[in-house]
């Protein structure tokens, strides 16, 4: 056996199961949409919003069954699904799925090169970010202000924040440049961490 062939052997076992399953039996194929509709939705949403996420989801898994047997293990089975829903929610909003490209050094100055803030947010200094994040009506004040994020922006932070994928996973499923996953990264943070800071200075919305 090559060391090619050792190596496509020894990539992604469960998946390769997961796959074999699914092109075996409509029972495999359930359990297929069982496991990944989640994040799928979850994805769809974050770029198209509530509205047409269910629709681009759907749209993905026809894709799904067509293309299934062709499915080389290049990445996880995950990404690979993934990709495919933002391609069909991005789809969607064509008009809207224009990616920003250039960065914004007011921005990035508030965060050092691992994400983390250079400097917090004033009231944070009362108050841990996990005290914050704990108050109930904080939580659904940021749950409405991600809503209103640009879709760019609120793809990137729900997959990096919500689904805990790394940057790299993140750029194979949006299409996008590290650097570029960087800078929206950090100005979707910005944004909702102003946020905050508006909730906690005023006590509104």
Known sequence: MSELEVTQTLSYPEDRETVRLALASQAG????????YPIMIIVARSIVGENLAEDAVQDSWISIHRNLPKFEFRSSLKTWVST???????????????????????FMDRFDDKGHWQSPPSKWEQDSPEALLGHDQLKKCIEKFIG???PTHRAVLSLKEMQNLDNSEICNILDISES???????RARVEVFSHIEHYQETGEC
Do not use: C, G, M, P
């Open 29 to 36: 194929f359930r359990k297929l949409v069982e496991q990944y």
């Open 180 to 186: 570029n996953v960087r800078v929206l990264l950090h």
């Open 148 to 150: 209103y994020l640009k």
């Open 84 to 106: 495919i829903a933002a391609n069909a929610a991005k789809a969607k909003i064509k008009k809207e799925s224009k990616y920003e490209t250039q960065e914004n050094n007011d």
